[in-house]
């Protein structure tokens, strides 16, 4: 496999992504992996090089290029503090994280709470318009985890030619752009993830109600069941059963 950082057009600034090209040769079917919060780290860069192993041209768009706030954090600060203040005892639990950590966890939640999301999904269509744009390129999906779940289901909705969506724990789009999605999606959800996971029947039936497919599952599992461990919500489990289910509908509607 050959993997290299590239640059390309988006609204707002061009922006890298890391690409792996498989070793099989071309054409392809293609892959956008769309990160989480904490960016492209190690653990997305591994999950690019194993979609490549399967044959797809993989890219990682990083939404996060022209963020300079997110250069002066540790990644482990910002998955510390994903999630946490939504729990009543956050302010205990911060401040049994010991100094100069806690700063650290605390200034990586204000960063995560005024980031510009609003155009990270420009971001993400630069990476699908690339992707279309190469030679020896056939059908294009992608796969994304926690906000990057959330931006395959914006993506869909902005009608483009994805052939294949897999959401992990994110939020569902807006229902009356359902009837713009033109490819099937898969979604997988943790019980105990109740913000994200109770919205996701409402959307099974607006899809359904369209005549789009849309299947999911909802695991024994909390938010961020695919992270690595330590991270809070690693579970081997609901990782590995969400793994092989998404690499099957991946080859059945790309390859």
Not at 71 to 96: F, N
Not at 195 to 211: E, N, R
Request: proline content about 7%; glycine content about 10%; some cysteine.
């Amino acid at each position: 496999m050959t993997e290299e950082w590239v640059r390309f057009d988006a609204i707002g600034g061009a922006i890298r992504g890391f690409l792996v090209r498989p070793e099989t040769p071309p054409p392809w079917p293609a892959l956008l992996v769309l990160h989480p919060v904490a960016g492209v780290m190690a653990q997305m860069q591994r999950t690019v090089r194993g979609f490549a192993a399967d044959g797809y041209l993989t890219l990682a768009p990083d939404l996060y290029t022209n963020d300079a706030g997110y250069q002066k954090i540790d990644v482990a600060d910002i998955v510390a503090a994903h999630g946490s203040p939504l729990d009543p005892d956050w302010e205990a639990r911060l401040a049994k994280i010991p100094e100069p950590r806690r700063t650290g966890v605390r200034a990586a939640r204000e960063w995560m709470t005024n980031r510009p999301k609003a155009h990270y999904v420009d971001g993400v269509r630069g990476g699908f318009e690339y992707l279309r744009s190469r030679d020896g390129v056939n059908r294009i999906g992608a796969i994304g985890y926690c906000m990057g779940g959330q931006l395959v289901g914006e993506l869909a909705t902005l009608g483009v030619d994805l052939a294949a969506g897999v959401i992990y724990y994110g939020s569902s789009p807006a229902l009356e752009r359902v009837p713009q999605i033109r490819g099937p999606l898969e979604g997988h959800y943790g019980v105990t993830d109740r913000k994200i996971t109770a919205g996701v029947y409402d959307f099974a039936l607006a899809m359904k109600a369209a005549g789009k497919y849309f299947a999911y599952t909802v695991y024994d599992a909390d938010h961020g069941f695919n992270d690595d461990p330590p991270a809070r919500g690693y579970n081997p489990y609901a990782l590995r059963l969400a793994h092989e289910r998404s690499s099957v509908f991946l080859a059945e509607h790309l390859q």
